[in-house]
C-alpha cells in the first residue's frame, strides 16, 4: 500500500465507521434470520445472454446479484464501505489509490480462490467491452496485481470521493471461467 494508506476494514471519507473490524452483521440485519430454502423471483422481461460482462447483450434483471463485490455499503451511514470480497483495503490520501487484499476465504463455486487476477480481468474487460455505464465509469482506471491476493486500483482523477464506490460496486468474475 502507499506510504500515506493504512489497511483497514471499513472506510469512509467523513471520518470513523460505525462497525468494529469483528462485527457479525450490520445492525438492521436479522443475524439469526433462517438459512437455506429456495428464492423465485418472477420478471416480464426478454434476454439473450448469461453473460454480463460484455456488451451488447440483455442479460436477466437479477444475474448480478450471483457475483460479489469488493466492497459493501452500509445502509445505516453516509457512504461507508467495508470489505466483502476485500478483507482490508487501504485508500491513499489524495483519494486516487486503492490497495485491496482480498479475504482469503473468498473462493468460487468450484472452490478455487478470487484472485485479484479476477479483480483485474473483471475490471479490463468492462473496460472494453462492457455496457457503456461500465466503459465510461472506468475510463481512468488502471490495475496492478501486486500478488495473488493484492492488487492495486488507480484512478487518473485525484479527489474523486465516488472512486472507492464504483469500484466496489462492481460484480467481480472468474478469469478462469472465462477463459
Known sequence: AAADAEFRHAYSP?????????????DYVAADAPKGGAIRLMRVEQFDSFNTLYFP??????????????????ADEPASHYGLLA?????SDAL??????LNPAAVWS???????????FTIAT????GAPFFRQALKDVS????????????TAIPG?????GRIGRIPIQSAAFWS
Do not use: W
Not at 96 to 101: K, P
Not at 143 to 154: F, V
Open 14 to 26: 467523513f471520518g470513523d465507521v460505525k462497525y468494529a473490524e469483528d462485527f457479525g452483521a450490520f
Open 57 to 74: 447483450g440483455r442479460t436477466p434483471a437479477d444475474l448480478s446479484l450471483t457475483f460479489d463485490r469488493l466492497f459493501a455499503q452500509s
Open 87 to 91: 478483507e482490508s483495503f487501504a485508500v
Open 96 to 101: 486516487d489509490r486503492i490497495t485491496v487484499r
Open 110 to 120: 468450484d472452490g478455487r480462490p478470487v484472485t485479484s487476477a479476477d479483480v483485474a
Open 126 to 129: 468492462l473496460q472494453t467491452q
Open 143 to 154: 490495475t496492478a496485481i501486486l500478488s495473488e491476493r493484492d492488487i492495486e486500483i488507480r
Open 160 to 164: 474523486d470521493r465516488d472512486f472507492i
